[in-house]
């Protein structure tokens, strides 16, 4: 018995968007994973650090909408291997402030160059201006208002 069904997968909007974004990531997995041994939570909590400075693991959570767990997963690992320096807040003891030690800053720094020239090899595939639309166009898709 053959199945009909006329939904086409492969032009769903978020089944398109998921394969767009797994094919783009794999190459800068290649680097984090293979010269770092890093998780993608990992290096995305480092990235934040980087950015950001000084972050809580709920700032971080809420800033790159990934899960608690992983967050504190993440943050763990990344403190076992001293890339991340954890403080108790003097006024609140519940919470824990983050930041980059100077091993995890040299790691950032070097991932974040990867990332630019990564992303700038992911643009040739595209003109400047689709460049641009697309950008916009994602980061619309991204909010959620």
């Known amino acids: 018995m053959t199945k009909s069904d006329d939904f086409d997968l492969q032009a769903f909007l978020p089944y398109l968007l998921n394969q767009a974004a797994e ?28 950015i950001f400075g000084r972050l809580t693991a709920t700032e971080i959570g809420a800033k790159g909408k990934v899960h608690k767990t992983k967050v504190s997963r993440a943050v763990q690992r990344l403190a076992d291997r001293r890339l991340v320096a954890r403080a108790r807040s003097e006024e609140d003891r519940r919470l824990e402030w983050l930041e980059l030690t100077p091993a995890g800053e040299k790691v950032y720094q070097d991932l974040r160059a990867v990332a630019q020239e990564y992303e700038g090899t992911l643009q040739t595939k595209l003109s400047a201006e689709e460049v641009r639309v697309l950008k916009g166009m994602l980061g619309k898709l991204a909010r959620r208002d």
């Not at 094919?23 to 980087?50: I, N």
């Open 23 to 50: 094919e783009a990531s794999l190459g800068f997995q290649k680097v984090y994973k293979d010269r770092y041994g890093l998780l993608r939570s990992e290096w995305r909590v480092l990235f934040h650090l980087g």
